[in-house]
Structures are given as structure tokens and as C-alpha cells.
């Protein structure tokens, strides 16, 4: 891999956390919307956007036939991802919403254990570990919390998209294209919350029409950049990255909505980059890049 291609990733992976910050800001300023509902907007809008790109540049609406199962695994994950991601984000502070889903690259050296077959050493094994320590004083396990579940559902939303961009990583390396995983994630996103949007449909006023629609235009650019990103390099070379989106759902909050995290998530938040940055770090001495 050049170097040119690591800065190209680097880049997106922010351009891409900045969006999906954006994203969230929408999807909190929509109201009380059925998380579905966000959902099924958030997706269309990237769907369109991935057919017109596909058209433009002549690419098949085809994959290849050892891919169909990497591809719905990170359709069928990534819209757990979605779902469980926008249930926190409606009733949690955005920071805390947006911490819990950046754990995904934690699942994401789990996940790729049992389904990419890759090994996980032992210092990777203890820092995962030390990253769902972090996570517990941003989810504060208590049964007097009112926030636990929706903490426990913005966790398994990372969790869902840990194992979606590992399979975006396999994905890319299999040769399909970027706009046709966004594409078909989204499709598939769009199919499977249709029947809940026919039967359980809320109306909205025109205002949160045009957030949603604002919420799905970030969102396909957060999707196209990070699918861009893990297409340019591998995850453990610059996903430590994509935690400045924590930075920019802090100040969004903040600015926005006059959101201030407490004491227990910031030090959850300090851990958890920790780990990060040691994962990185890690990695980058384990696989040295070849300039």
C-alpha cells in the first residue's frame, strides 16, 4: 500500500466522520419519529444516490457470486447497526450515542476472528477488553439508570456495524465496487423497513421531512466516504481516525441541543480512544506498511 493511498484513506474515514456527526444531529433534531421511520429516509436517500453513480459510471447492479454472502452480512448487520444507532441517539446524549457506536472497531477485531478467520493476539485481546471497560462508564450499568437500555441498544449498534465494515473490508478486497455496497445495503435497508413504515407510518410535518431527507443526504456521504476509506486501507491502519467523530457529536451536541456528557462518560470516552490508540499503534508495529 503507498502512502498516497493511506492519506486517501485517512481523509475520507474523517470526511466520513464529520457526516455521520451531521447524521446524527438530523436524526435528533426529526423528534419523535419511530426509529424505523428515520431509518427507511436515511437509507432511501442513500439508495438514490448510489443508483445515480452506478449509472453514471456504467457499473453492473450484479456482484460477483462469492461475495453475495459477505454482502448480506453487512446488509443484514449494518441495518441493526442503523436501527439500534438511532434508538440512542433519540434518547441519549449525542456524544454518549456516538461513543457506544465507535466501538464497532473493537467488534470489528472480534468479528473478524470467526468470520474472516483472522488471528487475535493477545495484546489485541486485552485492549478489546479494556475498550468494554471504557464502555461501561458511558452505558453505567445500574438498574436505577433510566439510559441503560438505550445505551445497551447504541452498544449493539456498534456492535452491527463492527461486523458490517469488516465486511466491507472483505468486500473491497473481493473486487465489488464501493457505490454498489452502499447501494445494496441500502436497498436492503430500505425492503426490510418497508413493512413497518406501511403499517406504523407517523406523519410528519414538512419541517422533519427536510431533516430526514437532510439526515439521508450525510449519511450517503458518511457511507461513500468510509466504504471509500476501507477500500483505500485496512481498518487497522486508520481507524483510529473515525473516533473525531466523537469531537464533532460533542460540539454539535453542545452548540445544538446544549448537551454537556458527565464526569463517568468523559472518562469512558478517554479509555476507550485509548484503546484506540493503542490498538493503532499496535498494529502498525504488527503489520509495518511497505512504502
Known sequence: MSVNQKYKGIIYIVISAFCFALMNLFVRMAGGLPSIQKSFFRNFVA???????????HVPFRCKRENLKYLLLRAGFGTVGVLCN???????VLADASMLNKMSPFFAVIFS????????????GLLVAG????SLFVIKPTFTNMALVPSLFGLLGGLGAGVAYTMVRRLGEGGEKGP????????????MTLPWLIFDYHPMTAVQLVILLLAGTAAAGGQFAITA????APAREISVYDYSQILFSAVL???????????????????????????????????????
Open 113 to 124: 476472528y470467526f468470520i474472516l478467520k483472522e488471528k487475535v493476539t493477545i495484546p489485541q
Open 253 to 291: 451536541g453542545f452548540v445544538v441541543f446544549g448537551q454537556m456528557p458527565d464526569a463517568l462518560s468523559w472518562l469512558g470516552y478517554g479509555i476507550i480512544c485509548a484503546m484506540a490508540v493503542l490498538m493503532f499503534f499496535y498494529n502498525m508495529q504488527k503489520y509495518p506498511c511497505n512504502f
Open 180 to 191: 454498489f455496497i452502499v447501494f445494496f445495503f441500502s436497498m436492503f435497508s430500505c425492503v
Open 229 to 232: 476509506a476501507y477500500c483505500y
Open 86 to 92: 438511532f434508538y440512542a441517539i433519540d434518547h441519549l
Open 47 to 57: 439508495a438514490v444516490f448510489a443508483f445515480v453513480i452506478l449509472k453514471k459510471e
Open 131 to 134: 475498550a468494554f471497560s471504557g
